[in-house]
């Protein structure tokens, strides 16, 4: 992999894949600008490696025209790949007929930026490519979260083993815990207490009556 010189801020890691060395540092030098950290990488190839990695930067500078693997089989085959945080990729090119736009777009790029390249341009691009990736990464976050409060309710809606006697609740980790407990910890539900008409009557009714006579005695 080949690197360009230079100081390399600390910022969000933007991959630059071009086959031409003077391309890569014209790109180089505006991500770093911007105080983004560029990964300049010289081949498809390479740049598939990367970006299949479990590191790979969020958002990726792809030209059209590498000879080992051509910008547009690069997204097609980082598009296979599911089960990765998927990068946001920038075709960067000298053809911006509309056809050729349509065909990239076709191919899994999310965004088209002709060559040579403005840096005020290239740097809003970037920037919404990054917003994007935080927005996917915070979703599925989400989902995830959602998935697991689904989950607990299953769980809550199945047979749950329950003391004959004290009526405390067996988890999944053999713990017995009172009903409060139990559901206060897999769901978002509070307890409050009170009485019941019937317990009033048999239970509190019957102690405050007693109170009342040996208060009466006492005087």
């Not at 801020?9 to 790109?27: C, E, F, K, T």
């Not at 930067?57 to 910008?71: E, I, K, N, R, T």
């Not at 007929?97 to 191919?107: E, N, R």
């Not at 299953?154 to 047979?159: D, F, G, I």
């Given at each position: ?30 991500v770093r600008r911007s105080?983004?950290r ?50 946001y ?43 994007t ?32 006697y ?54």
């Open positions: 992999m080949t690197t360009e010189t230079g100081s390399q801020p600390p910022g969000a890691a933007v991959l630059i894949a071009d086959d031409d060395a003077a391309s890569r540092m014209a790109l180089g030098a505006i105080g983004w560029p990964v300049p990488i010289e081949s498809g190839t390479q740049a598939l490696e990367r970006l299949l990695a479990s590191d790979a930067p969020a958002v990726a500078l792809v030209d059209w025209m590498m000879p080992d693997l051509s910008g547009l089989d690069l997204c097609r085959a980082v598009r296979q790949h599911e089960d990765i945080r998927q990068p990729i920038i075709l960067v090119t000298v053809r911006n007929d509309v056809d050729d736009v349509v065909a990239g777009l076709d191919a899994g790029a999310d965004d088209y930026l002709a060559k040579p390249a403005h840096a005020a341009e290239l740097r809003a691009r970037v920037q919404v490519g990054l917003r990736v935080d927005l996917r990464e915070r979703l599925l976050q989400r989902a995830m979260q959602l998935e697991q409060a689904l989950a607990e309710v299953r769980q809550l809606r199945s047979l749950l083993p329950t003391c004959s004290c009526r405390r609740i067996r988890d999944d980790r053999d713990t017995w815990q009172t009903l409060e407990e139990y559901v206060s910890h897999h769901t978002d539900v509070k307890f409050s207490h009170g009485f019941c008409p019937q317990c009033f009557d048999r239970y509190v009714r019957p102690q405050l009556e007693h109170a009342a006579d040996r208060h009466v005695d006492r005087r």
